[in-house]
């Protein structure tokens, strides 16, 4: 079955900073790939997503990569604020579900 | 309009007794989702609805959980028997189309004592 794994695990970054999430999927067959963020006692929240046809998708200051040759798919964050702080997760869809990465901490130091 | 709803919020049970958690999915949504995260964890997979019909029940943990859907709408996910190991944050998720956006509910909080 799919696999997803997420690095970093916790992220810190200066206000202003850009932040780098990864995740690599092991299914060639999985062609969508939603991030998620989730602050905390909140329910995750569909922040961007990017099916398997495009390698790029931006919305303000987050865009997400996809790269289907390698298998990993990417979260960028730029001009980072405060209250990008928050657990994300990357997910990849196959056949019927979501098979969702293990998260990354992001913390903004103002 | 009205997002997935869940209830109940919070729910603290004794180990042993059964435990019923409700999910209204967005009306119109004929896929449904249930996902369980253990404190400062992931989202692990549980079942998956396409109508009334549950395709997949490979994450479901053991026999003492099961889950139907009625309707096309409510879903009901039941743990029989319920063990501490099971104390987490049920949430539940909806989509359009399968492979769709996947909306969540602000989910259950288990608790067993």
């Known amino acids: 079955g799919e696999n997803v794994e997420q690095h970093p695990s916790t992220l810190s970054v200066q206000e202003g900073d850009s932040a780098v999430i990864k995740c690599t999927y092991s299914?060639?067959?999985?062609?969508?790939f939603p991030w998620y963020k989730q602050e905390l006692g909140k329910r995750p929240q569909l922040i961007i997503d990017i099916r398997s046809n495009v390698g790029e998708k931006k919305d303000q200051r987050i865009a997400v990569t996809l790269n289907k040759t390698a298998k990993h798919f990417s979260l960028h964050i730029t001009e980072t604020q405060p209250e990008d702080s928050a657990v994300y997760f990357c997910a990849a869809h196959n056949t019927d579900k979501l098979i969702f990465g293990t998260g990354t901490r992001l913390q903004v130091f103002p | 309009g009205a997002g997935v709803s869940q209830s109940p919020s919070n729910k603290v049970t004794e180990k042993g007794k059964d435990v019923e958690l409700r999910c209204d999915p967005i009306?119109?949504?004929?896929?449904l989702y249930w996902y369980r995260q253990s404190l400062g964890q992931g989202l692990e997979f549980l079942i998956y609805?396409?109508?009334?019909?549950?395709?997949?029940k490979s994450g479901l943990p053991s026999d003492r959980f099961s889950a139907e859907r009625t309707g096309g709408s409510v879903s009901t996910l039941t743990i029989q028997r319920t063990q501490q190991e099971d104390s987490a944050v049920y949430l539940c998720?909806?989509?359009?189309?399968?492979?769709?956006?996947?909306?969540f509910g602000p989910g259950t909080r288990l608790t067993v004592t």
């Open positions: 009306s119109g949504h004929t896929a």
């Open positions: 609805f396409q109508g009334n019909s549950a395709p997949d």
């Open positions: 998720a909806s989509s359009f189309v399968r492979a769709g956006e996947q909306y």
């Open positions: 299914d060639s067959a999985s062609n969508y």
